[in-house]
């Protein structure tokens, strides 16, 4: 288990699915949380489970899309805690469809969310990074972003712009102790996959090599490594979570 005693991290979309699962893996290996969401009663839940691990935790119900609500976000957060090591930018949302029926709106959502979500989260927290010298963003991408999927144009974008966002912000921070990567999972096991029809999960599963879907898990694990100490050295990555489906 990875060392990130006392690290205090703040984890975006965290009330359920894959940012629980890695909220719960940080506070495991040590680390204190604010819990953010725009699911306000989910919320509760998770910072009871992380204070059931012996760590500290509060819970700070915002949206990603409001710079505002970010920068409350961040400043609750320091009042709290006294400081940020770790920003995990989880939240993100699909409105799927293909583009002949794609409406305006559904696009807009989903680059308003994932993409400016993960903009205004990280420029809420740079400072202070940037001050301390020290710092770890981890952005949760898709490995839709890197190979495109019918249907999910907006998302597909949405994920891939994350990548170059990453890569840029990388490059800005490395010389002062800041490491900024990204996570791209593949089909993961979660409320939303357990909905697709067995057929259509079979026919996902014949395209990844190692024959299963990924556990949240398997995600949270590789955010760990990448907030620990263990990966100082590695900055404008992106690591993909997929069980071979692409490579
Ligand atoms: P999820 O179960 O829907 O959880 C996402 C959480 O983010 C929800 O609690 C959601 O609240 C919250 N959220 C939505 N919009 C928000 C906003 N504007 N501000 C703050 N919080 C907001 O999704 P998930 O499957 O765990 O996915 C987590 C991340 O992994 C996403 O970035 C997703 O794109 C990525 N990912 C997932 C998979 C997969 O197979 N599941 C694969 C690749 C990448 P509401 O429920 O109230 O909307």
């Known amino acids: 288990m990875m060392d990130l005693k006392d690290k205090i991290a703040i984890v975006t979309g965290a009330a359920q699915g894959i940012g629980k699962v890695i909220a719960l893996g940080l506070a495991k290996c040590g680390a204190d949380i604010a819990v953010s969401d725009i699911n306000e009663v989910s919320l509760n839940e998770a910072v009871k489970e992380i204070e059931t691990l012996g760590r500290k935790a509060i819970a700070v119900k ?7 609500d970010c920068e409350a976000m961040v400043k609750k957060t320091v009042e709290t805690f006294g400081r940020i090591d770790l920003l995990v930018n989880n939240a993100g949302i699909t409105r799927d469809t293909v583009l002949l ?17 993960t903009f205004n989260c990280t420029k809420a927290v740079i400072r202070s990074m940037f001050k301390q010298k020290s710092g770890k963003i981890i952005n949760i991408s898709s490995v839709t972003g890197a190979m495109g999927n019918a249907g999910q144009a ?94």
């Not at 990388?170 to 996959?193: D, L, Q, S, W």
């Open 62 to 68: 915002m949206d990603v899309s409001s710079l505002k």
């Open 154 to 247: 907006n998302y597909a974008s949405s994920k891939a712009a994350v990548m170059g966002f990453t890569k840029s912000i990388a490059r800005e921070y490395a010389h002062c102790g800041i490491t900024v990567n990204a996570v791209a999972p593949g089909f993961i096991k979660t409320a939303m996959t357990d909905a697709i029809p067995d057929k259509d999960r079979d026919a996902m599963i014949s395209l990844i090599p190692a024959k299963r879907l990924g556990f949240p898990e398997d995600v949270a694990d590789t955010v760990c490594f990448l907030a620990s100490d263990m990966a100082n050295y590695i900055t404008g990555q992106v690591i993909h979570v997929n069980g071979g489906m692409y490579m």
């Open 101 to 117: 029926r794609m409406k305006e709106e559904q696009w807009d959502q989903v680059i308003q969310v994932n993409l400016k979500g």
